[in-house]
């Protein structure tokens, strides 16, 4: 079983997969948008973890930056109905910081932003996550959850778009990729993705 790669970027595959040359030999590996703008310029060499995904037909690599991306990856694998493109589409939208925030601030509106996550899926998902999903959450203070209660800053960005008059469809079509720990940040580049739609 394959569990991480080091090697050349050989070239991308739209936005969701890589070829990486390890000694002679090259991996399609499937990752998220973000990850595959992280990796660099072609031709640059990289380290990926990886989780190597069996199914009956075929077996397919799926690679992250970080060892906490793969934690989060595997935990939502072991969530119920969860398959490799749900929870890569989860942390394409939330990474592991902020997928800990949302957890422990039951934040389901959040988990809705991500493609194909509706509020039911996220209710038994947050339930299934906080057993199997054990992150820090680092530098995280109050933010108004309640005491000691992280505040997610997608969420933040959703109230403040809603209150702006803004529907559920058009403020998830803009926070549907965005990332960062940053409300005042996302919420300037929510508000300028949908002044040029």
């Known amino acids: ?12 595959f739209g936005e969701g997969e890589v070829l990486i040359e390890v000694a002679g ?10 990850t595959a703008v992280r990796l ?27 060892r906490d991306e793969r934690a989060c990856f595997e935990a939502l694998l072991s969530a119920h109905g969860v398959g490799p493109s749900l ?6 939208v939330h990474g592991p910081g ?10 389901v509106a959040a988990l809705c932003l991500v493609p194909g996550v509706g509020k039911k899926t996220a209710t038994r998902l ?4 906080k057993d199997s999903l054990d992150l820090p959450l680092d530098g995280v203070l109050d933010g108004g959850g309640g005491p000691g209660v992280p ?16 529907t ?11 990332g960062g720990d940053d409300p005042a940040v996302l919420l300037r580049e929510a508000l300028q993705r949908l002044a040029r739609a």
């Open 1 to 12: 079983m394959i569990g991480s790669l080091r090697g050349r970027l050989l070239e991308r």
């Open 25 to 34: 030999v090259g991996y399609r590996v499937v990752v998220t948008p973000t």
């Open 40 to 66: 660099g310029d072609v031709g640059g060499e990289v380290f990926v973890h990886v989780h190597h995904h069996f199914r009956e037909a075929d077996q397919t690599l799926y690679g992250f930056l970080e």
């Open 87 to 92: 929870a890569l589409a989860v942390l394409g």
């Open 98 to 107: 902020e997928l800990a925030r949302l957890l422990a601030d039951d934040d």
């Open 126 to 129: 947050l339930v299934e996550l």
């Open 151 to 166: 505040r997610s800053a997608v969420a933040e960005v959703q109230d403040a778009l809603g209150g702006l008059g803004y």
């Open 168 to 178: 559920p469809d058009e403020v998830r079509s803009v926070l549907a990729d965005l």
